[in-house]
């Protein structure tokens, strides 16, 4: 069991250094925002560029949260039947729909996500009318590695899940419940 928590705790990692850089760019975003804003404003000027760019970082932000919030039961969750089903019960039905709906969900994304942006690369896509950023491959490549760290996160939840059902003496939830930037 202890091996089977490690690789959870090094898949949890990648989830969390995701996240990190999704908190970074963040404040990117705040800034950008602001200039864009005050530039508007007070300086009569506006940038298809900023906008774009406002867009792209705010994309990346989410997907790569994905992972993150999973990993710490963040994620929204509709529980309309969860509190007539016993603990244990709503461990293996989380299990068995991570195993058998999320992951291949996510896989999908992978696959699709890798030709998206190939494509976008291949062609030389940019914003419409040249006005914008170019390269766009780069915002749609963010689409297939978000995707597999999301998988790198359900991995480790299903894993922990694992763990609380056969030794719940060595860990008692299947979630992480540690903030982001502490160990």
Not at 4 to 21: G, K
Not at 64 to 86: C, K, P, S
Request: charged share 20%; proline share 3%.
């Amino acid at each position: 069991m202890q091996g089977i928590l490690t690789i959870a705790a090094v898949l949890t990692r990648i989830c969390d250094y995701a996240a990190r850089i999704a908190a970074v760019l963040m404040v990117a975003l705040v800034a950008v925002i602001m200039y864009d804003v005050i530039g508007r404003k007070f300086f009569s000027t506006s940038s298809f560029f900023l906008q774009d760019l406002e867009w792209h970082l705010h994309g990346v932000i989410a997907m790569f949260a994905f992972g993150y919030a999973y990993t710490r039961d963040a994620h929204v969750r509709i529980d309309v039947l969860a509190h007539r089903m016993t603990p244990r019960f709503r461990l293996w039905l989380e299990f068995w729909v991570v195993i058998g709906l999320v992951i291949p969900f996510f896989a999908i994304i992978i696959w699709y996500g890798y030709e998206f942006a190939e494509r976008a690369y291949v062609r030389g896509e940019g914003a419409n009318g040249g006005r914008g950023l170019p390269h766009r491959w780069v915002i749609k490549s963010v689409v297939p590695v978000a995707a597999a760290v999301t998988i790198a996160g359900c991995v480790a939840v299903a894993l922990r899940i694992l763990a609380v059902l056969r030794r719940p003496d060595l860990v008692d939830t299947p979630f992480i419940r540690r903030g982001l930037w502490k160990r």
